[in-house]
């Protein structure tokens, strides 16, 4: 196993990048849309999904960065499908992800009734989270596999 993490380390250092790139764009639009325009309207009754709503968006936006990203440099040489096709996949992998943060934030803002700025930004944390680990091995199993990126194999000497 050390030796698989080992093989990967650059990969998944270049994932790790990616995704702190991505953190940044997902909490810098979600709280640019929960400070602006989704503002939670004290007025509205059972504060609709004004919150959620821009959770969903800046995930949405930080999906099509990540995409751009991981295409060009975290999983780089031949591609195993179309880009299209690629996108697509990605798209699904991303779908299971932003109900893991979607939810992550409705469960802490409505079921939990933890309604503070601060709160949807632990809740969003945890949800990124969860949603990284899926996303990771989504993008490894099913969209940008090891076909073409493969790994060096181990000897039995180097197993010891």
Not at 36 to 41: H, I, N, S, V, W
Not at 57 to 83: D, K
């Amino acid at each position: 196993m050390l030796q698989g993490l080992r093989a990967r380390a650059g990969e998944l250092l270049r994932f790790g990048a990616v995704g702190l790139a991505g953190i940044v764009v997902n909490l810098g639009v979600f709280n640019l849309l929960r400070l602006g325009p989704l503002a939670p309207d004290a007025e509205i009754a059972g504060d609709d999904d004004r919150v959620v709503t821009a959770k969903i968006i800046a995930t949405v936006v930080s999906i099509l960065f990540a995409w751009w990203a991981h295409r060009g440099w975290t999983f780089r040489g031949p591609q195993r499908h179309t880009p299209t096709r690629e996108l697509l996949l990605f798209a699904i992998i991303n779908g299971v992800a932003i109900v893991l943060e979607a939810a992550t934030v409705a469960i802490s803002h409505h079921g939990l009734g933890y309604e503070s700025l601060i709160a949807d930004n632990v809740a969003s944390v945890i949800g990124i989270g969860l949603g990284t680990i899926t996303r990771y091995i989504g993008y490894d199993l099913f969209v940008f596999t090891s076909e073409g990126r493969a790994l060096p194999a181990v000897s039995a000497d180097d197993e010891g």
